[in-house]
Protein backbone atom coordinates (compact mmCIF):
# COMPACT_ATOMS: atom_id res chain seq x y z
CA UNK A 1 0.00 0.00 0.00
CA UNK A 2 1.21 3.42 -1.43
CA UNK A 3 0.37 6.64 0.62
CA UNK A 4 0.98 9.97 -0.71
CA UNK A 5 2.37 12.40 1.41
CA UNK A 6 2.40 16.46 1.60
CA UNK A 7 5.80 16.27 2.27
CA UNK A 8 9.31 15.05 1.48
CA UNK A 9 11.97 13.64 3.26
CA UNK A 10 14.62 16.37 3.79
CA UNK A 11 12.07 19.28 2.98
CA UNK A 12 12.06 22.61 5.14
CA UNK A 13 8.89 23.08 7.22
CA UNK A 14 7.61 25.45 9.12
CA UNK A 15 5.92 24.54 12.44
CA UNK A 16 4.31 26.01 15.93
CA UNK A 17 6.28 25.48 19.01
CA UNK A 18 6.49 27.58 22.32
CA UNK A 19 8.56 27.56 25.08
CA UNK A 20 7.62 28.54 29.10
CA UNK A 21 8.42 31.46 30.31
CA UNK A 22 8.12 32.51 33.74
CA UNK A 23 7.45 36.29 35.54
CA UNK A 24 8.58 37.18 38.40
CA UNK A 25 6.55 39.92 40.33
CA UNK A 26 7.62 41.95 43.55
CA UNK A 27 4.93 42.25 46.06
CA UNK A 28 3.77 45.56 46.31
CA UNK A 29 1.13 45.00 49.52
CA UNK A 30 4.49 43.70 51.86
CA UNK A 31 8.21 44.39 52.41
CA UNK A 32 9.84 40.87 51.70
CA UNK A 33 6.41 38.53 52.25
CA UNK A 34 6.34 40.23 55.76
CA UNK A 35 3.79 42.85 56.87
CA UNK A 36 4.03 44.59 60.40
CA UNK A 37 0.90 45.93 62.00
CA UNK A 38 0.34 48.81 63.79
CA UNK A 39 0.67 47.21 66.59
CA UNK A 40 4.19 46.24 66.07
CA UNK A 41 3.54 42.28 65.16
CA UNK A 42 5.17 40.80 61.88
CA UNK A 43 2.80 38.64 59.99
CA UNK A 44 3.19 36.99 56.76
CA UNK A 45 1.59 38.63 54.02
CA UNK A 46 -1.84 37.47 52.56
CA UNK A 47 -1.49 38.48 49.19
CA UNK A 48 1.96 36.67 47.93
CA UNK A 49 1.79 33.99 50.76
CA UNK A 50 4.92 35.11 52.45
CA UNK A 51 6.59 34.77 49.43
CA UNK A 52 7.31 38.31 48.82
CA UNK A 53 7.02 37.52 44.70
CA UNK A 54 4.23 36.19 42.75
CA UNK A 55 4.97 33.72 39.71
CA UNK A 56 3.62 33.03 36.71
CA UNK A 57 4.28 30.67 33.81
CA UNK A 58 3.02 31.02 30.61
CA UNK A 59 3.77 29.41 26.93
CA UNK A 60 4.80 31.76 24.20
CA UNK A 61 3.82 30.32 20.70
CA UNK A 62 6.40 30.97 17.96
CA UNK A 63 6.91 29.67 14.57
CA UNK A 64 9.71 27.59 14.53
CA UNK A 65 11.86 25.91 11.09
CA UNK A 66 13.21 22.14 10.87
CA UNK A 67 13.48 19.76 8.52
CA UNK A 68 11.99 16.67 8.24
CA UNK A 69 14.22 13.73 8.94
CA UNK A 70 11.67 10.18 9.11
CA UNK A 71 8.16 9.96 7.63
CA UNK A 72 7.18 7.04 9.07
CA UNK A 73 3.53 5.72 7.68
CA UNK A 74 1.19 3.23 9.23
CA UNK A 75 -2.14 2.11 8.13
CA UNK A 76 -4.81 1.32 10.04
CA UNK A 77 -7.55 -1.50 9.81
CA UNK A 78 -9.73 1.14 7.84
CA UNK A 79 -6.88 1.44 5.85
CA UNK A 80 -6.35 5.11 5.93
CA UNK A 81 -2.60 6.12 6.22
CA UNK A 82 -1.54 7.42 9.55
CA UNK A 83 1.55 9.82 8.60
CA UNK A 84 3.84 11.17 11.23
CA UNK A 85 6.68 12.92 10.06
CA UNK A 86 10.19 13.44 12.29
CA UNK A 87 11.68 16.67 12.39
CA UNK A 88 14.85 17.85 12.99
CA UNK A 89 14.76 21.78 14.69
CA UNK A 90 18.32 23.45 15.22
CA UNK A 91 16.28 26.15 17.01
CA UNK A 92 17.78 27.16 20.09
CA UNK A 93 15.29 26.30 22.64
CA UNK A 94 14.12 22.72 20.96
CA UNK A 95 17.03 19.93 21.52
CA UNK A 96 15.31 17.05 20.54
CA UNK A 97 13.91 15.69 17.10
CA UNK A 98 10.12 16.57 17.23
CA UNK A 99 7.30 14.81 16.25
CA UNK A 100 4.28 16.42 13.78
CA UNK A 101 1.35 15.36 11.79
CA UNK A 102 0.68 17.42 8.43
CA UNK A 103 -1.67 19.39 9.59
CA UNK A 104 0.76 20.43 12.47
CA UNK A 105 3.03 21.80 9.81
CA UNK A 106 3.45 24.41 6.62
CA UNK A 107 5.35 24.63 3.50
CA UNK A 108 5.79 28.33 4.22
CA UNK A 109 6.45 30.49 7.17
CA UNK A 110 3.30 33.00 6.53
CA UNK A 111 1.05 29.68 6.66
CA UNK A 112 2.57 29.11 10.21
CA UNK A 113 2.25 32.25 11.57
CA UNK A 114 -1.64 32.39 10.38
CA UNK A 115 -2.44 29.60 12.19
CA UNK A 116 -0.54 30.65 15.15
CA UNK A 117 -2.44 34.01 15.28
CA UNK A 118 -6.00 31.88 14.83
CA UNK A 119 -4.89 29.54 18.14
CA UNK A 120 -3.70 32.70 20.08
CA UNK A 121 -6.90 34.34 19.43
CA UNK A 122 -8.49 30.87 20.76
CA UNK A 123 -6.59 31.12 23.70
CA UNK A 124 -7.43 34.57 24.64
ZN1 LIG B 1 3.19 40.23 49.80
Do not use: W
Not at 66 to 75: M, Y
Amino acid sequence: MKAETKFDLGQEVFFIHYYVEESIKKCTECDNGKITTTKGSVLGCPFCYGLGTFRKCYSVLYVAVGKIINIDVTFCPDHIPHINYTIDSNHEKINENLSRIENEMFATREEAEEQMNNLEKEIK
